[in-house]
């Protein structure tokens, strides 16, 4: 699943990285670009006044005036140096020294900028003009060492780049800081959702974006739908068990005419027909009460319920003297409702005490799983049968009373939260082993 929070960081981070570093090179372009410019407008100033200096003589040879030559062209390896050409002669500044540069004749008004490696492999801009004085096409080459130039370059680069990434984490914090308090809203949403499934609320509070809030709102049309529609349900059920509820009763009395007194196995037939269907509408009615409430989810205090219903038990089977151990570990969950927890629990352990001898003990612990463990010290229960305990009036044994649907019900509680039912000879106590693993939320 994509978290929108990591999306909106790594887009804005990955936006601002680009948009920094583009910045960077251009400014570094640009910079670069004038002030090559700039120092080639200097060597082309510096070439006029060369040419300044350049005297003709009758013969056609050339000499240039010392006073119109830079101190710094007379100085070996300097970085700065010229070249003059007229009339196939060639004259160099002293700090070329024997070294050469490549150059080229050009005509009058051509201009022309070259990249080089000159004395000591020094890497040198040359701006070669063509000029014409005293009737004579001049060639002056100009040239001097960008070394300096860029090792600048190379210090600006890296203090602008420091400058960038103390700006880049800067921008990278706020963007981070707009991010989570855009974001918090929709933690509001996600907390009001928590107390929707544990029952504390039954709408979720729409504090989030104006982008979701249509969709909240979508969602609390539908749950008040869904709890309409479902407190309908309940009622129409309600009054139909009510129906039949009075019918059964009328059954009943029925059964009770003088004229039934004849047939004694009739009127037992009736007994037991309203007394199976008054069961099946007491469970149905308790499976629509809880399949109903919108609010499922809340947590259950395991001890205070475990030790109501064991008390309740043991007065039950007060005659039999029955032992109920019970062990529940630290902090252990259970969220649903609190009558589904009564009833599968004493479903089983009501079951539990019906075949035991005299112990029973139930275990309730979270490893990966929520595990409700109910064992006896009864006979047990053939393997074979096992698998056929939780179908819907099976009784392994016809001598003890019931239904034959408390197994059944546990069963289907269980299901309905996502949940394992497993029967096993008990290692413990010997008899039954029943245990129930739910899902952790």
Same mark, same amino acid.
């Given at each position: *699943?994509?978290?929108?929070?990591? +999306? ?28 090559? !410019? ?45 070249? @003059? ?10 700090? /070329? ?19 080089? !490696? ?34 600048? *370059? =190379? +210090?600006?680069? *890296? ?15 706020? +963007? ?9 809203? #929709? ?27 249509? #969709? ?22 309600? !009054? ?10 009328? /059954? ?7 004229? @039934? ?17 008054? +069961? ?25 319920? =475990? ?14 003297? =029955? ?20 009833? *599968? ?40 049968? #096992? ?26 509680? =269980? ?27």
């Amino acid at each position: *699943m994509i978290s929108l929070k990591r +999306q909106l960081s790594w887009g804005l981070a990955f936006s601002l990285i680009a948009l920094l570093t583009l910045q960077w090179l251009v400014v570094t372009y640009v910079i670069n670009n004038v002030i090559e !410019n700039q120092l080639a407008e200097r060597l082309e100033r510096q070439g006029e006044s060369l040419l300044a200096g350049i005297e003709f003589d009758t013969a056609g040879r050339f000499l240039v005036d010392t006073k119109y030559v830079n101190a710094i062209y007379q100085r070996p390896f300097s970085g700065h140096y010229y070249m @003059i050409q007229a009339n196939q002669q060639l004259q160099a500044s002293r700090s /070329l020294w024997d070294a050469d540069i490549a150059f080229k004749s050009l005509n009058k008004g051509m201009q022309t900028r070259s990249y080089v !490696n000159g004395p000591e492999q020094q890497p040198l801009l040359v701006v070669a003009h063509g000029y014409q004085k005293q009737g004579h096409i001049v060639t002056i080459n100009v040239a001097e060492n960008l070394a300096p130039l860029k090792d600048s *370059m =190379v +210090q600006f680069q *890296m203090l602008y780049a420091g400058i960038s990434l103390l700006g880049l984490g800067a921008l990278l914090l706020i +963007q981070r800081l707009i991010v989570l308090n855009a974001l918090r809203p #929709l933690q509001q949403v996600k907390e009001s959702i928590a107390k929707l499934v544990t029952g504390e609320t039954s709408q979720i509070i729409n504090n989030g974006p104006e982008e979701i809030s249509p #969709l909240i709102e979508e969602l609390n049309r539908l749950l008040s739908a869904v709890q309409n529609k479902t407190k309908r349900s309940r009622e129409s059920l309600g !009054n139909l068990a009510h129906a039949l509820k009075t019918k059964l009763t009328l /059954l009943n009395q029925i059964a009770e005419r003088q004229e @039934i007194n004849a047939q004694p196995k009739i009127r037992k037939d009736i007994y037991a027909t309203t007394a199976t269907i008054s +069961q099946h509408i007491e469970r149905e009615l308790k499976k629509a009460r809880l399949i109903g409430d919108i609010h499922p989810m809340q947590r259950v205090d395991l001890t205070t319920e =475990v030790a109501q219903l064991i008390t309740t038990l043991k007065q039950i089977y007060i005659g039999k003297d =029955v032992n109920i151990a019970w062990e529940i570990a630290p902090n252990v969950p259970f969220y649903g409702d609190r009558e589904d927890l009564l009833e *599968m629990l004493g479903n089983l352990l009501d079951n539990a005490c019906k075949w035991c001898k005299s112990n029973v003990l139930l275990t309730i612990t979270k490893e990966e799983s929520i595990h409700f463990i109910i064992e006896d010290d009864g006979p047990g229960c053939a393997e074979q049968s #096992l698998e056929t305990l939780i179908q819907r009036g099976f009784r392994a044994d016809e001598s003890k009373p019931g239904s034959g649907l408390g197994l059944a019900i546990a069963n289907d509680i =269980v299901n309905s939260y996502g949940g394992h039912l497993i029967f096993a000879e008990s290692a413990t106590l010997g008899g039954l082993r029943v245990e129930i693993r739910f899902p952790l939320r």
